[in-house]
């Protein structure tokens, strides 16, 4: 029996996963959130994937591109699916799979007995925050909790930080080159893909191990693994501007100051809406748990104790992951609105990583016969009600794709490119186009424009441009007055007879570039 547990286990958290991907897609509002542009970043570049490496020459990545391990997960889902509409749910709940198994992993890296009871004390307490969330207001509350459900924002990063967290755990214990290696490949992949890396995984990382340095027993491992983070992170942060040259432009863009970072931060973390309000302050309390306890251990170092307990390591990383992150949001002024709690996800989910370790040891550990039927009633249960194809039919079709009919090319904003491409399988053939009519290389494949995928020569002949978001006075000197105007799912849909009427000033415009 003992040899089935780790398979068991495994088991367990697959069902478990998809069961609960089943649970937040049925959620008002959790379905939009789950396929918009942004989500449909990955699965718009893995279609032009398909289609041969020749088909990503055009593609303009984000500053951050979610390289690992987003396109990893992705890439598994995609591969294991053929299909984006089942992939990015598979993806989900591979991600909340992963993040499971990482907090039982540094439970067990911490002394802990029972990798099985932290996951299932980690499963319970991502439970309770979604129920004290969702209860007090609903779908406000997925602005901070979603992000296990979806691919790319930022969820990545976190993954990578419980992974680094693990190492630095496994060091102090257990010293030796592969940890070590290990933190470095971490550390480079991921700030490489993610900027966001540096204050989840690696400002927490090398605080422990720089906090665990006094400790004679453990100070070569700690001053090591120290080293290695220090020198990755500094490699990664230099080479990012080397590799992806657009980082180091919207990083320019985006260091607003002090001043405004606070402001813009405060407006968002005490709205007016009392039950907002409410939750904010709750998930604050939850994420200063940790905080409060590194403030124990940090007086009692002052006091001449000699190690942190492991289980305080935990606390240490978490508290410090936060602390970092709030850090930079303020310093780069990046906060605009409640869609940007997702960069605080350090404060909830790496929190829960340390109170779910808390919570295992002190847990009644139940016999395998029953966590194996257990184990077996979550598959069972999922492969019922939580398939792919089961979750894909969640996923919502843009609003506008009806307005489309036969294979038909035009131009549209940011939010609807990649949706209208894909969902309609490239039948609807979509320019992306910023504000002002000009091509918006932002997230997008430029070819997408240079070749008509109805099997035409040259350019598509574009014949209309959806103008959600776009600035009528601005697109009618570049394109002029629309031959009709009709309305799709309530925008304004520009109809041109002459597709030279659009082709022409598209490919004469310059291109924006950075947000716009």
Not at 107 to 116: D, E, I, M, T, V
Not at 193 to 216: G, K, R
Not at 366 to 389: K, T, Y
Request: proline share 7%.
């Amino acid at each position: 029996m003992r040899s089935l547990r780790p398979i068991l286990l495994f088991v367990a958290v697959a069902g478990l996963s998809l069961l609960a991907v089943a649970l937040v897609l049925r959620l008002p509002g959790a379905a939009a959130l789950t396929g918009n542009a942004d989500v449909l970043y990955l699965p718009a570049l893995f279609d032009d994937l398909h289609r041969g490496l020749d088909a990503l020459r055009g593609w303009h990545l984000t500053p951050g591109p979610y390289v690992f391990p987003d396109m990893l997960v992705y890439g598994l889902a995609d591969l294991a699916t053929g299909d984006f509409r089942q992939a990015l749910p598979l993806a989900a709940a591979l991600q909340l799979g992963l993040l499971l198994l990482l907090g039982g992993a540094v439970h067990r890296a911490a002394g802990g007995r029972s990798a099985a009871m932290a996951v299932a004390a980690f499963a319970v307490v991502l439970a309770l925050l979604f129920a004290f969330g969702w209860g007090l207001a609903g779908a406000y509350a997925l602005n901070w909790l979603i992000y296990p459900f979806v691919v790319t924002f930022h969820f990545g990063a976190i993954l990578v930080a419980a992974a680094v967290l693990l190492l630095v755990l496994r060091q102090l214990d257990r010293p030796g080159p592969w940890p070590l290696v290990g933190l470095a490949g971490l550390i480079l992949a991921g700030v490489l893909s993610d900027s966001f890396v540096l204050p989840y995984a690696a400002a927490p990382a090398l605080a422990l191990s720089l906090l665990c340095a006094p400790t004679p027993r453990i100070r070569g491992a700690a001053l090591a693994a120290a080293a290695v983070v220090g020198t990755a992170s500094l490699a990664a942060f230099l080479l990012q501007g080397w590799i992806n040259p657009l980082n180091e432009v919207y990083r320019d863009q985006l260091d607003l100051g002090i001043g405004y970072g606070l402001f813009r931060l405060g407006s968002v973390l005490w709205p007016a809406d009392p039950a907002e309000l409410a939750v904010n302050l709750g998930l604050i309390a939850f994420a200063l748990l940790p905080v409060a306890r590194t403030l124990a251990v940090l007086r009692g170092l002052a006091a001449g104790e000699r190690e942190i307990a492991p289980s305080d390591r935990i606390a240490v990383f978490a508290a410090a992951s936060s602390l970092a992150t709030l850090l930079a949001v303020v310093l780069f002024g990046i906060f605009r609105d409640e869609s940007f709690l997702r960069y605080f996800q350090p404060w909830l989910f790496l929190t829960a990583v340390w109170l779910a370790h808390l919570a295992a040891d002190r847990l009644r550990v139940p016999a395998w016969p029953v966590g194996a039927v257990l184990a077996v009633l979550l598959a069972v249960a999922a492969a019922l009600w939580a398939r792919p194809d089961q979750l894909a039919a969640r996923i919502e079709l843009p609003r506008t794709l009806a307005c489309f009919q036969g294979p038909v090319a035009g131009l549209a904003g940011y939010w609807w490119a990649k949706p209208l491409m894909l969902h309609s399988e490239r039948r609807v053939q979509i320019v992306q186009v910023a504000r002002n009519g000009a091509p918006y290389h932002w997230i997008v494949n430029q070819d997408w424009a240079r070749r008509d995928w109805a099997g035409g020569a040259g350019a598509p002949p574009f014949g209309f441009i959806l103008m959600d978001g776009l600035n009528p006075r601005a697109v009618i000197a570049r394109y002029g007055m629309p031959d009709r105007v009709e309305r799709c799912a309530g925008i304004p849909l520009w109809r041109y007879d002459d597709p030279d009427r659009l082709r022409g000033p598209l490919a004469a415009a310059v291109p924006v570039t950075l947000p716009d």
